[in-house]
């Protein structure tokens, strides 16, 4: 089944304690990115990469990393989160050639 | 500055038709599209406007409009599933680097 998985999907963690959140996709999709979802202001885009060892920032990239060095894995690291970091988060990929972005079920983290 | 308005909430009836607007301001506009998010689950894609014109898949419709910077998507025959929110999104100086609407929540009623 063609998928995109994330993990954790609930985390609930402290000021400045570093975190990962893992993105991996089984489509063998070039295209990654990550957004965060808040309440009235939709998805915003954090980082997106084309492909292994490219990335690049989207949006709101700041206090976020990412790294590419397989194929289907996207990690999202939190180096020191905070309190504004809370929100839910979702992975996506597609095909560089394609339009279809395909969404992982979402992340919701809380810092407190 | 970017910017996406599409209306805050929608309420029609089970069977009847329904437009969703989307109006943006964006430089280096690159496709305008369409996900669907029901409550507590991910956005699914919907439609892709490269260009100018109607796109249709079954009972969805989406529609550009290069020069009004407006698009639309229109919902046929409505039904109780359809209720969720949808988002429309552009593209800023690549199909990739994504721009999301605040989200229109459709309600559909019996």
């Known amino acids: 089944e063609a998928q995109v998985t994330q993990n954790p999907r609930y985390l609930i963690t402290v000021t400045g304690k570093k975190l990962t959140v893992t993105c991996s996709q089984n489509?063998?999709?070039?295209?990654m990115s990550w957004y965060r979802q808040d309440p009235g202001l939709g998805l915003r885009q954090i980082y997106y990469?084309?492909?292994?060892?490219?990335?690049d920032k989207g949006d709101v990239p700041e206090g976020y990393k990412v790294s590419r060095k397989e194929k289907r894995n996207f990690p999202l690291i939190l180096e020191s989160p905070s309190p504004n970091q809370t929100s839910l988060y979702f992975c996506?990929?597609?095909?560089?050639?394609?339009?279809?972005?395909?969404f992982g079920e979402g992340s919701w983290l809380t810092v407190v | 500055g970017q910017s996406l308005e599409q209306p805050s909430e929608v309420t029609a009836v089970e069977g009847a038709i329904v437009q969703i607007n989307c109006t943006y301001q964006?430089?280096?506009?690159?496709?305008l599209s369409w996900y669907q998010q029901h409550d507590g689950g991910a956005p699914t894609f919907l439609s892709y406007?490269?260009?100018?014109g109607l796109e249709e898949t079954g009972r969805f419709s989406s529609f550009l409009s290069r020069s009004d910077s407006y698009g639309y998507l229109l919902l046929q025959e409505l039904q109780m599933k359809d209720s969720a929110s949808y988002f429309c999104?552009?593209?800023?100086?690549?199909?990739?680097?994504?721009?999301f609407g605040s989200g229109t929540r459709l309600l559909v009623r019996p």
């Open positions: 489509m063998n999709h070039e295209y």
């Open positions: 964006t430089s280096g506009f690159y496709g």
């Open positions: 406007n490269a260009l100018d």
């Open positions: 990469s084309m492909n292994v060892e490219v990335t």
């Open positions: 999104a552009v593209g800023r100086d690549s199909s990739y680097k994504l721009i």
């Open positions: 996506a990929s597609s095909r560089i050639s394609g339009n279809t972005i395909y």
